[in-house]
Nanobody, 125 residues
């Protein structure tokens, strides 16, 4: 139901925009998160978005380099990544958390029950 795309190979300092499209269900029933997982490491929270309000929550390491946005007409969430570093190399996943009652946005991957297949981002030095 969630389809992530847009990954690729980019040089350090470059940019990529990832997309997450949903089918069969509206994003209005989710909080949407982006996570990433590098080889040998645990899945790491990047950013979350509350679809209806646009409220966002970023991981500290983003440092203003990444930005999440949404296009309601396309039912798609984007992750714009700028000033990429080799340390950003990972498989990036979008995920959905249907617990809209949650007071804040979660950074815990266990709170997200819907996951896309992931898209590989490789940043060369």
């Amino acid at each position: 139901q969630l389809q992530a795309s847009g990954g690729g190979l980019v040089q350090a300092g470059g940019s990529l925009r990832l997309s997450c499209a949903v089918s069969g269900r509206s994003f209005s029933t989710y909080n949407v998160g982006w996570f990433r997982q590098a080889p040998g490491k645990e899945r790491e929270f990047v950013v979350a978005l509350r679809w209806n309000s646009g409220t966002t929550y970023y991981a500290d390491f983003v440092k203003g380099r990444f930005a999440i946005s949404r296009d309601k007409t396309k039912n798609t969430v984007y992750l714009q990544m700028n000033s990429l570093e080799p340390e950003d190399t990972a498989v990036y996943y979008c995920a959905g958390d249907s617990a809209l009652w949650r007071v804040g946005l979660s950074k815990n991957p266990q709170d997200y029950e819907y996951w896309g297949q992931g898209t590989q981002v490789t940043v060369s030095s």
